[in-house]
């Protein structure tokens, strides 16, 4: 399994961007899939998560400002961030796990695979907002 993430750059407070992540080698039908993120001095931490039934959880910092999403039929996760902030700059990483069946509390930030690992991860890209 690979992931690629591409999107990030450098705007200005306020501003928007998409982040893609391509993902591929795969054919589980089950998937938990998230964004995280680690500013520099700082550790990582879930931004957004996103499961096969649909199911989407996201970090409070975060919330009503950005939306996570998969095209199945292009297997591509993206993140949509709006109205970013200074304190959004970071590098970004998405990751996925495939469990062999799926339920509700499985794919949720703060509690099992988000919290304690998940089994695949890109390389990251890179978020910068200046103010």
């Known amino acids: 399994v690979q992931l690629v993430e591409s999107g990030g750059g450098s705007v200005q407070a306020g501003g928007s961007l998409r982040l893609s992540c391509s993902v591929s080698?795969?054919?589980?039908?089950?998937?938990?899939m998230g964004w995280f993120r680690q500013a520099p001095g700082k550790q990582r931490e879930g931004v957004a998560s996103?499961?096969?039934?649909?199911?989407?959880s996201y970090a409070d910092s975060v919330k009503g400002r950005f939306a996570i999403s998969k095209d199945n039929a292009k297997n591509t996760l993206y993140l949509q961030m709006n109205t970013l902030e200074p304190e959004d700059t970071a590098m970004y990483y998405c990751?996925?796990?495939?469990?062999?069946?799926?339920?509700?509390?499985?794919?949720?930030?703060?509690?099992?695979?988000?919290?304690?690992?998940?089994?695949?991860w890109g390389k990251g890209t890179l978020v910068t907002i200046s103010s």
């Open positions: 990751a996925a796990v495939f469990p062999p069946v799926m339920s509700a509390g499985f794919c949720l930030l703060g509690s099992g695979p988000l919290r304690h690992g998940m089994d695949y």
């Open positions: 080698g795969y054919t589980y039908s089950h998937y938990c």
């Open positions: 996103i499961d096969s039934d649909g199911r989407t």
